[in-house]
């Protein structure tokens, strides 16, 4: 079974910084790319940073030059949030790309994967 785990959410001054991670765990062969998404109040649910496995990143405009995605390790993603404004509050979700391996093939099958997030919350 595999899971997808966030933490590190919690309540911030706005211009403060915050860290938030996302583990992976389970019977796991391979792990893609990494990502963060947030879903604001009343809003859609909307792409924020990505890290590829050999570390390429890729970041939403609203939030290049302030965040930054990290792969601590195979298993492992960190975003650092820097600048925080009451734009940034949201509960904060990990994608990830999970390779599992199946009977019906030799290599790993990869799925689609989210935790439950993790609520950031800026304060004015």
């Known amino acids: 079974q595999v899971q997808v785990v966030e933490s590190g959410g919690g309540l911030v001054q706005s211009g403060g910084s915050l860290r938030v991670s996302c583990v992976v765990s389970g019977i796991i062969a391979d792990v893609g790319s990494m990502a963060w998404y947030r879903q604001g109040p009343g809003k859609e649910r909307e792409f924020v940073a990505l890290v590829e496995k050999n570390g390429q990143t890729n970041y939403a405009d609203a939030v290049r030059g302030r965040f930054r995605i990290s792969r601590v390790n195979a298993k492992r993603t960190d975003l650092e949030m820097n600048s925080l404004t009451s734009q940034d509050t949201a509960i904060y979700y990990c994608?990830?790309?999970?390779?599992?391996?199946?009977?019906?093939?030799?290599?790993?099958?990869?799925?689609?994967?989210w935790g439950q997030g993790t609520r950031v919350t800026v304060a004015a």
């Open positions: 994608n990830a790309q999970i390779g599992t391996m199946d009977q019906s093939s030799p290599r790993p099958i990869f799925n689609d994967y």
